[in-house]
């Protein structure tokens, strides 16, 4: 049961992390909005309460900490899994129910990594990442100003975007098509990502920035950056965005062309509209 999405954050320099306080009304959840973008909740996994669980909607399949499926006791079938950029052994199991808010995932597939690196950088202890296998096709939004999750649209999108939803080992994930220059791309929707990323050798003709990032969890050397261009989402520009130039997943399907994560649009609502394949947004 291979994969080929590289669950961990894909861009992390600095940054220092305090959960969240869990869930809120009955129909919000509350997270703790870290640098900017990444979503930390509180929840349950099988018997286990007061869990840091990371939202990254490109994790497909969701992910289940080494120290949190030993507390479990569960066990699985080994199999190849795409870390970062290199393919590593490791365990799929089934997880009886993960409980976040009104979010009840029941029997979820899940593959057990080693989240020592991630948890090292965050200085946060994550026991699990989820996607959006978790939520079986509900609708729902992320409040980025609120740091809340909502159940139900709020009808007050100003902007809307198709997409494509697609699946691996079982877990749905979402393409988002966007202009980058004068380069049409498909990139994963990823809140668990602070950036554009686009992979090597996907566009020809986009112009290196001699500025570089400092190593991190994506790659052991120095990231490259591009220079910035003008973006546009479906029929909305978004100034010019900058970019960064990824080694491609091992395995990971021609067609998606990088990641994009939605607060590096400075968006500060989405919603994921299953029933018609859009995503709504609004930005500042």
Known sequence: MPTWKSCLLLTVLTITCVPGRGAGKQ?????????GFAIVMRGEIGRLANLNILLDTGAVPSVLNTRTARQLGVTGVTASFALLHKDIDAQYVTVDLV?????????LPMVVVDLARLE?????RIDAIVGLDTFAGSGF???YKRARITREPSGTMRHVVPIEIRTAA???????????????LHVLLDTGANHLGIFEG??????????????????DADLKMLRPALLFMGDTALKRQTAT????????????????GPAALKITR???DWEHHCLRWNAE
């Open 27 to 35: 129909d919000e959840i509350s997270f703790k909005l870290v640098q």
């Open 202 to 219: 996907h566009v020809v003709g986009l112009t290196l920035d001699p500025t570089t990032l400092q190593a991190n969890l994506i790659s």
């Open 270 to 272: 989405i919603e994921f």
């Open 99 to 107: 409980h976040v808010g009104w979010i009840r995932a029941l029997r």
């Open 170 to 184: 079982g877990a749905p994930y979402w393409v988002v098509p966007i202009s980058f220059g004068s380069h049409l």
């Open 245 to 260: 130039l990824l080694r491609e997943p091992p395995g990971g399907p021609r067609e998606i062309d990088g990641v994009l």
């Open 120 to 124: 090292q950088v965050l200085g946060i």
């Open 141 to 143: 939004g992320i409040d």
